[in-house]
């Protein structure tokens, strides 16, 4: 079945950095495109990034642009957000997402997520 475990979350201090990865499993991962999506403490969920299945588009909410770098590594089924200059904002559930589609596209920011992993929490507090 299909399965994606995110992992890499915890506390950190304003300013500072965390990377969280994903591997999938139970599906075709380099033929999907993928997401970060995240909850914040009584907030709706929303896309922190996403990119296509080759890894060569990216798009990023405006909160994250020129912060946050999502990557991905097929050879190893896994998804990254490295996560710089965090503030307290920041804090959330950070779920990595798959795509419904395995259709070219330059938008993956557009797409319908079918299936998302837990969710690792994101502390950002001095």
């Known amino acids: 079945q299909v399965q994606l475990a995110e992992s890499g979350g915890g506390l950190a201090q304003p300013g500072g950095s965390l990377r969280l990865s994903c591997v999938g499993s139970?599906?075709?991962?380099?033929?999907?495109?993928m997401a970060w999506y995240r909850q914040g403490p009584g907030k709706e969920r929303e896309l922190v990034a996403a990119?296509?299945?080759?890894?060569?588009?990216?798009k990023y909410a405006d909160s994250a642009k020129g912060r946050f770098t999502i990557s991905r590594y097929n050879a190893k089924k896994t998804l990254y957000l490295q996560m710089d200059r965090l503030s307290a904002e920041d804090t959330a559930l950070y779920s990595c997402?798959?795509?419904?589609?395995?259709?070219?596209?330059?938008?993956?920011?557009?797409?319908?997520?079918?299936?998302w992993g837990q969710g690792n929490q994101v502390t950002v507090s001095s």
């Open positions: 997402a798959k795509s419904l589609t395995t259709d070219d596209t330059d938008y993956p920011q557009l797409l319908t997520y079918d299936f």
């Open positions: 139970g599906f075709a991962f380099s033929r999907h495109h």
């Open positions: 990119l296509i299945s080759n890894g060569r588009v990216t």
